[in-house]
């Protein structure tokens, strides 16, 4: 399987999507052609997950609305897993193996804001990969974090849709506290420095 910086050398950057544009909020189409154009929608993706420092990035990210993300993500041991999942389906623990984590969550669509959030620390992400070939993650830490954020993606859902009303305004408000840092086409141009911005 190809490394990120692999995928990312034929890739081309594109525009992040903000939550408040309409592709961020639909459900994206089931991935049933595995060809070239597939294969360069994944380069592409991994290209600008890199660009803007990111663990994931799913396609409404990119402004295409198919069920598809790329992860290069560190789990509970800090070992750095890579994929690209076409239709993800999450399973999460239920009853005594449920264990809920919270931890500080953020999202490359809303830049820059963080704010805790409690999930399942472990989590079974099975889909297919970019030829079609039947794949099954499973995560735990940071990664299985990032499975059930990225799958929420393709279902028109943002983390800050779970997080309580009180939780949401202090995201907001530190989005907008950096969105100065983030020309609108990030990363196809990059983050400004605090400095550049003052
Ligand atoms: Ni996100």
Redesign the pocket.
């Known amino acids: 399987m190809k490394s990120p910086a692999e995928w990312a050398r034929t890739g081309k950057l594109i525009r992040i999507t903000r939550w408040d544009e309409p592709i961020m909020r639909s459900q994206t189409r089931p991935v049933t052609v595995f060809d070239d154009a597939l294969a360069q929608l994944v380069a592409d993706m991994f290209a600008t997950m890199a660009a803007a420092d990111g663990v994931?990035l799913?396609a409404p990210?990119v402004n295409v609305d198919f069920a598809i993300f790329v992860f290069n993500c560190p789990d509970a041991d800090d070992k750095l897993v890579h994929g690209v999942v076409c239709n993800p389906v999450v399973t999460l623990p239920e009853g005594k193996a449920r264990r809920l984590v919270s931890a500080e969550e953020g999202?490359?669509?809303w830049p820059g804001a963080y704010q805790p959030l409690s999930r399942p620390d472990f989590a079974i992400c099975e889909g297919q990969d970019e030829t079609g070939a039947s794949i099954r993650i499973e995560g735990t830490g940071l990664l299985a974090r990032c499975l059930q954020?990225?799958t929420d993606?393709l279902h028109g859902t943002?983390?800050g849709d779970r997080l309580s009303t009180r939780s949401r305004r202090k995201l907001d408000e530190e989005k907008e506290h950096y969105a100065p840092l983030y020309p609108d086409d990030w990363p196809v141009h990059k983050k400004r420095t605090a400095g550049e911005v003052a």
Do not use: D, K, Y
């Open positions: 994931g799913a990210q999202c490359l669509s954020h990225e993606h943002v983390f």
